[in-house]
Antibody, heavy 118, light 108 residues
Framework: QVQLQESGPGLVKPSETLSLTCTVS????????WNWIRHPPGKRLEWIGY???????NYNPSLKSRVTISVDTSKNQFSLKMTSVTAADTAVYYC????????????WGQGTVVTVSS | EIVLTQSPDTLSLSPGERATLSCRAS???????LTWYQQKPGQAPRLLIY???NRATGIPDRFRGSGSGTDFSLTISRLEPEDFAFYYC?????????FGQGTKVEIK
């Protein structure tokens, strides 16, 4: 059974870069499409983007200029970097696996809270 | 961007009652691209229904998804105590992939 676990700083200062890692266990990261999704307080879930180990990426146009998602096969992890953060980036951040046969997010991490504040 | 509007925002029901949740899309969504998730406080969302009407592994048959085009629904035939949670619909017919704002099913 695939399991995902997010890790990274819970507090980031405005204008700095948010960096999160998702560790994959139970399967190889060299498969599937790996996603980041966030849930700001009081707002709806927002898809951030995905990466494939082949280098293919796709981002939400609303965040594309600030976001990079990459896959590290040597560590069986994938990561999110978001630059120039503001308070509006405060959210619970989830990593999730896209199940191609189901065409849905079939495995999610538990989520990690990131607060943007000085 | 396709906007998904869920209704109602909150559904107050008793265990054993039937729950009907709606998800309306601003543009037509392919049925194969409409998904429902359940989320309980402090937990990650869990896949419930994919392809509008297919139950994910381990999901009991009291959960039923239906609909097409712009109107989709999730029905819980008889609410069990563990079903009181938030429910979200999601589409990916058009990029970017989007979610509804959620419906909270609470105990009356």
């Amino acid at each position: 059974q695939v399991q995902l676990q997010e890790s990274g700083p819970g507090l980031v200062k405005p204008s700095e870069t948010l960096s999160l890692t998702c560790t994959v266990s139970g399967d190889s990261v060299s498969s599937y499409y790996w996603n980041w999704i966030r849930h700001p307080p009081g707002k709806r879930l927002e898809w951030i983007g995905y990466a494939h180990f082949s280098g293919t990426t796709n981002y939400n146009p609303s965040l594309k200029s600030r976001v990079t998602i990459s896959v590290d096969t040597s560590k069986n992890q994938f990561s999110l970097k978001m630059t120039s953060v503001t308070a509006a980036d405060t959210a619970v951040y989830y990593c999730a696996k896209w199940g191609e046969s189901l065409e849905a997010f079939d495995i999610w991490g538990q989520g990690t809270v990131v607060t943007v504040s000085s | 961007e396709i906007v998904l509007t869920q209704s109602p925002d909150t559904l107050s029901l008793s265990p054993g009652e039937r729950a009907t949740l709606s998800c309306r899309a601003s543009q037509s969504v392919s049925s194969s691209h409409l998904t429902w998730y359940q989320q309980k406080p402090g937990q990650a969302p869990r896949l419930l229904i994919y392809g509008a009407s297919n139950r994910a592994t381990g999901i009991p048959d009291r959960f039923r998804g239906s609909g097409s085009g712009t109107d989709f629904s999730l029905t819980i035939s008889r609410l069990e105590p563990e079903d009181f949670a938030f429910y979200y619909c999601q589409q990916y017919s058009n990029s970017p992939l989007t979610f509804g704002q959620g419906t909270k099913v609470e105990i009356k």
